[in-house]
């Protein structure tokens, strides 16, 4: 089952501990994920945090919508009598998200799971900006679990 940890909350009731709970739930549900004991941890930046973390990491001086970091191999813990991964961490602007939410027409928590997949299915392996075959598999691994979370 994947599992998270909300780091920082930023101008956004609706997302919270059960939210998330229900997100992991469903995607947990997808052939990538299922019987997996996967944990990521998740942030909710404002534009000049994650313009640093940009910076820093990628050589890019301005804020991005979604960055994700892979833990290390073999990181891991126990909680609940089985040992859980952890993939790495996700980190959203929400001054950036609200912004491309409303540009793209859709809702904020919409937005939300956009960019939440998106940085998921990077913390598993995929990296649309090494190769045009990799971008396809990684957009159809979105996708598919954009579907799963379509009633959250």
């Known amino acids: 089952m994947l599992s998270s940890e909300l780091n920082k909350i930023l101008d956004a009731r609706w997302l919270n501990e059960s939210w998330l709970k229900d997100v992991c739930r469903a995607i947990s549900r997808d052939r990538a994920f299922r019987g997996k004991n996967w944990f990521f941890s998740l942030a909710t930046l404002g534009s000049v945090a994650v313009k640093k973390v940009n910076l820093t990491y990628r050589g890019k001086n ?11 191999s073999g990181v891991g813990f126990l909680a609940d009598d089985r040992r859980h991964q952890f993939l790495g961490e996700i980190l959203i602007c929400w001054p950036v998200l609200k912004r491309e939410a409303k540009l ?48 959250i």
């Not at 301005?62 to 290390?72: C, R, Y």
């Not at 027409?105 to 998921?120: A, D, I, N, R, S």
């Not at 913390?123 to 379509?150: F, T």
Request: glycine letters at 4%; charged letters at 30%; zero cysteines.
């Open 62 to 72: 301005k804020p991005t919508n979604v960055l994700s970091f892979e833990a290390k």
């Open 104 to 151: 793209n027409k859709q809702t904020e928590p919409e937005y939300f799971k956009v960019l939440l997949v998106h940085g998921l299915v990077h913390l598993i392996g995929y990296d649309h900006e090494k190769s045009e075959a990799q971008a396809r598999r990684m957009e159809s691994v979105e996708n598919r679990l954009l579907k799963l979370l379509a009633r």
